[in-house]
């Protein structure tokens, strides 16, 4: 399983990462407290509650992020990574 170090608003500590095809399998990743991860041909997502149970969001393009967003529900970020999965390929 894919680890990912130092993410923002986290301890520092490596978190476990799972990778996610379609946006509803975000809710099971986040529910067992890992990382959901995915990547297409244009982009990469990242999606993480952080230390204070906030759902941080991230999309990378080159290993640069382009957008970054923060929800307090999952609802909200897996309608977030529904619109981005198009656009970096993914689906």
């Known amino acids: 399983m894919p680890t990912l170090t130092g993410l923002p ?5 490596d ?8 946006g509803h399998e975000i ?6 407290n890992k990382a959901a991860i995915t990547a297409g041909d244009n982009g990469a997502i990242n999606i993480w509650r952080d230390d204070t149970y906030t759902i941080r969001c991230e999309v990378q393009r080159y290993c640069v992020r382009i957008e970054e967003q923060k929800f307090t529900l999952v609802n ?3 309608e977030w990574a529904n619109k981005w999965l198009p656009q970096i390929g993914e689906i």
Not at 9 to 13: L, V
Not at 15 to 22: G, I, L, M, P, T
Not at 27 to 32: F, G, N, P, S, Y
């Open 27 to 32: 809710r099971k990743i986040l529910k067992d």
């Open 76 to 78: 909200a970020a897996i």
């Open 9 to 13: 608003g986290t301890n520092g500590k």
């Open 15 to 22: 978190r476990e990462a799972v990778y996610f095809h379609k």
